[in-house]
Nanobody, 125 residues
Framework: QVKLVESGGGLVQPGGHLRLTCAAS????????VGWFRQAPGKEREGISCISENDQSTYYADSVKGRFSISRGSVKNTVYLQMNSLKPEEPAVYFC??????????????????WGQGTQVTVSS
């Protein structure tokens, strides 16, 4: 069964950090560009980061550039999103997804081939 599972969400204080993990089963995540997205209540899902299939390129939304970092794990079939200096306006459900192409990855496009179920991130003091 093809599946993506996110983990690592939780409650963090403003300025804190979390590392999210996207784990794949049933297919090789390394064969895909992988993106991270988030959706806050009442808002559209937005792309925040993506890593290309060959790992040579990473992309970030302006809102997270310099604070978030995407990488593939040494353990196969995982992709991480390191989130630092989290802001009070960033609580959301965070999703990972496999991108259809590196071009769509570079555009942080929501036109993806598979979604995970999401992990909740709460930023509050």
């Amino acid at each position: 069964q093809v599946k993506l599972v996110e983990s690592g969400g939780g409650l963090v204080q403003p300025g804190g950090h979390l590392r999210l993990t996207c784990a794949a089963s049933g297919f090789a995540l390394g064969d895909y560009a992988v993106g991270w997205f988030r959706q806050a209540p009442g808002k559209e899902r937005e792309g925040i980061s993506c890593i290309s299939e060959n790992d040579q390129s990473t992309y970030y939304a302006d809102s997270v550039k310099g604070r978030f970092s995407i990488s593939r794990g040494s353990v196969k079939n995982t992709v991480y999103l390191q989130m630092n200096s989290l802001k009070p306006e960033e609580p959301a459900v965070y999703f990972c997804a496999t991108n259809v192409s590196d071009y769509l990855c570079s555009q942080l496009s929501k036109d993806v081939s598979a979604w995970g179920q999401g992990t909740q991130v709460t930023v509050s003091s």
